[in-house]
């Protein structure tokens, strides 16, 4: 599938999931019922005394996954933004060229004495996008919708590894895992229309097509971690 025109991809995408609906919308719908956990992590982090960790995770586009881990208890905040290029081209229009070496990501803020990284980590892999897929998610292309963990810390680093490992010895996945791992790179916040875009949004239709069935799957799957009222943003500009 082609990428988005570079001058308006919001635009496009609102056409394209329109264009979604009908036999295209079952198959979304049939795909998400056969989503499943994968096995928890071996390695993961102890519980801690501190309260706030960080975690920067992409897979496909940020609206998504942004979404799924606002629902998830243990998360104090998710923000949308960009991860893996410069400041210079961490804006939207710039990024959906897809040749910035950003991707969209989400930042993760979480309470380590209530959910572990490495849980967090089994939610992406399970039901927040597909690893399997190598620079796409659902209708998106480009290497901005790639599978990426930013891990935060030697410790993230290795557990992030070693779970990718886990998963693709156990074969969980008939196809390979495509999920990589850029250490060393900075976060920076999306615009605001962006933040909570699925809340705020439930009936965009490229929203019912693609991310609703991901609020189902973290309920239906992890229902002890799934929380009915989404942590919004509530101020993106002291995010950045």
């Known amino acids: 599938m ?16 329109v264009a979604l609906t009908g036999a295209a919308l079952l198959t979304q719908l049939a795909q998400a019922e056969s989503v499943r956990v994968v096995p928890a992590p071996v390695m993961d982090t102890r519980t801690k005394a501190t309260t706030t960790e960080t975690a920067i995770l992409a ?16 998360v104090t905040n998710a923000v949308s933004g960009y991860a893996g290029g410069s400041k210079l081209t961490a804006n939207y229009d710039v990024v959906s060229t897809g040749s910035t070496g950003h991707a969209e990501a989400v930042k993760v803020t979480f309470d380590p004495s209530k959910i572990s990284y490495g ?8 039901v927040a996008h597909d690893p399997t897929e190598r620079n796409h998610q659902g209708p998106d292309d480009g290497t901005q919708y790639r599978s990426t963990i930013f891990p935060q810390s030697a410790e993230q680093a290795s557990i992030a590894a070693a779970y990718v490992a886990q998963i693709s010895k156990a074969h969980v996945y008939q196809k390979p895992m495509a999920t990589t791992i850029e250490p060393g790179k900075l976060f920076y916040a999306a615009e605001a229309h962006h933040q909570n875009f699925l809340t705020l949004n439930p009936d965009y239709p490229y929203i019912v097509v693609n991310d609703l069935p991901k609020i189902r799957d973290l309920k239906r799957l992890f229902p002890n971690d799934y929380r009915a009222n989404a942590i919004l943003v509530a101020n993106s500009a002291a995010s950045r």
């Open 2 to 17: 082609p990428k988005y025109p570079q001058f308006n991809s919001m635009a496009y995408k609102a056409v394209l999931a």
């Open 59 to 74: 897979g496909g586009c940020f609206w998504g996954v942004q979404g799924v881990f606002q629902h998830v208890k243990g």
């Open 119 to 126: 849980r967090l980590l089994q939610i992406y892999f399970s």
